[in-house]
Structures are given as structure tokens and as C-alpha cells.
């Protein structure tokens, strides 16, 4: 049985009580380790898996088509897509962590100075490079930036400013659920009925009408990968009854459905014949190095090294799409394939600086004016504490 721990306190009386502690001592507290250092590696995997894609099967759109840099290596590169459902199963192990320990208000601060920050700066880059460099393909203007400031620019009719945002829409949901969840204390405590629940719903929708608003809703298209690295996280914080094991292995089984359920849309858009069994094996092989990864305590690498490829990797995905492509064309190399390596490895030394000497101060610069504005409003980002003392 996985329970909260307690303290047995015996009173001068001689009547004992338990003493459930449910906010400094939470449950199945995390692992000494802070960091998870593999994981780091394997996000770097998925975002280059991205970047394949994006410059070897499927590029922006220009005109009435899509522009792809180097077609020679269109046979794996469109499989780089399976990236991003990578992300979305490290995401949930990796949101469940963060929430440990947190209230609704300390998670929904948390997430936002992780994310909001970086996306913002990113997004003016990519704005400044394209009003540069960008005609006569690119076009961009400040009725663009300021639909893009919600994130989800097409509900206020407008493009995304780079086409890769559409996942941050999807993560920026989950993380809302996950917050609802926390400020009314079902999660972690309801995990196991949380995710039955949402895999429930998502499988009816995908096997039914499979109706776009229950994905821009529910996540519905999406649910297995972040319901797979929930399940992880679980197990990876020490519990090992069989009902978590069962709820993986549902979970991943429907991870692997959506990956190739999702190949109806990509084989009308792209009019290429996708692999079902490439696919699939592909998304099994990403969760099981997932789960591996989260196993292995010790890393031969520099912890400094790994911290740094795992810091780059939000802005090389929020970097090297569009202003990718704007350079490209713009400098038309006569070797595609270096130039794109060029490119590559430029906004991936970008992405470095920005994490190095402007991301880490600003986002801590946005939590501590959050927080602060928070606590006036009698929000207060701690969880207090709370003992239930039971006779």
C-alpha cells in the first residue's frame, strides 16, 4: 500500500496518535538527486530529431508549399516528429516533479517563470531576424508578436510566429489541468483515478467522433505520452504495486496508438507513406530510454555539461525553425547540407548564451515579481502546514 508517512506521537497520557505531515514531508519525498541528468540528453535527442525533421521532410510553409533545405534525407527525417511526443512524455514525468511538494500557486509560478520568459525573448528574436532577413519569403509585423504574447496566436487569428509553438499551446494545457488538479487536491493523491479517467476520454474521442475540440480541451490526441511519464515519475519516486504498473502499460499502449493514429493527418499533408510499425516501435524504443534513463543515478559525464545541454534545449526548439530558415535563404549556401549544420550550430551556440547570462536571471528576476504580486493578492506560493492528526 502506497500511503503518506506518519509520526506515532504517545502522549504524556500514554494515548498514542498518527500524525500525517502533508506539506513539509510529502509523500514519497523526492530523491536526493535534483536532476535527472540523462534526461536532459535524451531532450537534446528529441529536439535534433525535431530539427531533422523540420530541415529534411518538412520545412515552413512558403507560398502555397513547404520549403524543405536538404530532401536527400527525407527517408529518416520524417520520422523527426516523434520528437516532440518524446517531449511530451518527459514533460509529464518532469511536471510531476515540479509539483511535489508545491501548492497551486507555488506550480502555476513555477511553470510560467520556466516557460514564459524564454518563449517571450525567443519570440522577439524571431520576430527581429524575420522583419530582417526574412523577405520576400517571411513577412511578419507587431499585430503578429502581439497575438503571439497569448501563445496560442490562431484563437486571436493570427499565425504562430514560428510553426513549432503549437506544441508550447499543448504543454501550457497540461500544465493548467495539473494546476486545477493540485488547488483541489486530487493530484498526486488521485493519480492513479486522474489518468484512468483522462485515457478513458481521450481513447472514446479517438475512436469515436475524434472531435478537435476534445485535444484543444482534454488533450485528447496527446494524453497517453503525458499520462506515460506521470506514471514513470511514480514509480521513479518508489512506488511498486502492481496498479501503477498496470496504468503504465495502458498508458504506453495508447502513447503508441496516438503516434500512429496521428498519421492519418501527416499522410493527407504531406501525401508521403509513413511506416505504422516504424512509427510505433520508434515511440516504444523513446519511452523505454525514458524510463531507462530515470533509473541511472550516476552520469559519466560533467554534471556542469549535462546541466548546460539540458538548459539549451528550450530555446534551440524556439530558435531554430523560422530564424533557421530566414537565414537560409536569405545566404542561399551552395552546400545545402553545411549550411544547414552552419545555421544549426549557431543558434545552438545562441542557445547557449541565452541560457547561460539571460534566461536563468530573468526567469528568477519574473518568479520573484510573480511571488510577490501573488502574496499581496493572498496567494501565497508555500504550501502552509497542514497536520491531521487522527486517534
Not at 501527416?266 to 507513406?273: D, F, G, I, N, P
Request: hydrophobic fraction near 50%; proline fraction near 5%; charged fraction near 10%.
Amino acid at each position: 500500500m502506497f500511503t503518506r508517512p506518519t509520526l506515532r506521537i504517545t502522549s504524556g497520557t500514554g494515548v498514542a496518535a498518527e500524525v500525517s505531515i502533508t506539506s513539509i514531508v510529502p509523500p514519497n519525498s523526492k530523491p536526493a538527486s535534483s536532476r535527472v541528468e540523462a534526461l536532459d540528453l535524451l531532450r537534446l535527442l528529441a529536439v535534433l530529431g525535431v530539427i531533422v525533421y523540420h530541415y529534411g521532410f518538412r520545412g515552413p510553409t512558403i507560398g502555397n508549399g513547404t520549403h524543405v533545405a536538404v530532401p536527400e534525407i527525407a527517408p529518416f527525417a520524417e520520422y523527426g516528429f516523434l520528437g516532440v511526443p518524446a517531449f511530451f512524455v518527459i514533460s509529464g514525468f518532469v511536471i510531476a516533479y515540479s509539483a511535489e511538494g508545491r501548492n497551486a500557486t507555488g506550480f502555476a509560478i513555477a511553470r510560467f517563470s520556466r516557460i514564459y520568459p524564454t518563449f517571450v525573448l525567443c519570440m522577439t528574436l524571431t520576430l527581429l531576424t524575420v522583419l530582417v532577413f526574412g523577405e520576400p519569403n517571411f513577412t511578419t509585423d507587431l499585430g503578429q508578436w502581439l497575438a503571439n504574447l497569448a501563445i496560442a496566436a490562431p484563437a486571436l487569428h493570427h499565425p504562430y510566429m514560428d510553426s513549432a509553438y503549437w506544441s508550447l499551446v499543448i504543454e501550457t494545457t497540461f500544465y493548467g489541468w495539473v494546476t486545477l488538479f493540485i488547488a483541489t487536491g486530487l493530484f498526486p493523491r488521485r493519480i492513479d483515478a486522474i489518468v484512468l479517467g483522462w485515457l478513458c476520454l481521450s481513447m472514446a474521442n479517438e475512436l469515436t467522433i475524434d472531435a478537435r475540440f476534445m485535444e484543444n480541451i482534454f488533450l485528447a490526441d496527446d494524453a497517453g505520452y503525458f499520462a506515460t511519464g506521470l506514471m514513470i515519475y511514480e514509480i521513479y519516486r518508489g512506488r511498486r504495486d502492481l496498479m501503477v504498473y498496470c496504468v503504465l502499460g495502458l498508458s504506453v499502449g495508447i502513447a503508441v496508438f496516438h503516434a500512429v493514429h496521428s498519421l492519418a493527418w501527416l499522410r493527407s499533408h504531406s501525401a508521403t507513406t509513413f511506416d505504422s510499425w516504424i512509427v510505433a516501435a520508434i515511440c516504444l524504443t523513446s519511452i523505454v530510454a525514458i524510463f531507462l534513463a530515470t533509473r541511472i543515478r550516476r552520469f559519466p559525464l560533467s554534471p556542469a555539461l549535462v546541466t548546460a545541454i539540458g538548459g539549451i534545449t528550450y530555446p534551440l526548439y524556439l530558435l531554430h525553425q523560422q530564424i533557421g530558415y530566414a537565414l537560409f535563404l536569405r545566404m542561399a549556401p551552395a552546400n545545402a547540407k553545411l549550411g544547414v549544420t552552419a545555421i544549426v550550430l549557431g543558434i545552438g551556440f545562441a542557445s547557449w548564451i541565452l541560457w547561460r547570462y539571460v534566461e536563468r536571471p530573468l526567469q528568477s528576476a519574473v518568479r520573484n515579481h510573480v511571488t510577490g504580486w501573488a502574496a499581496r493578492l493572498g496567494w501565497p506560493s508555500k504550501p502552509a502546514l497542514v497536520v491531521h492528526s487522527n486517534p
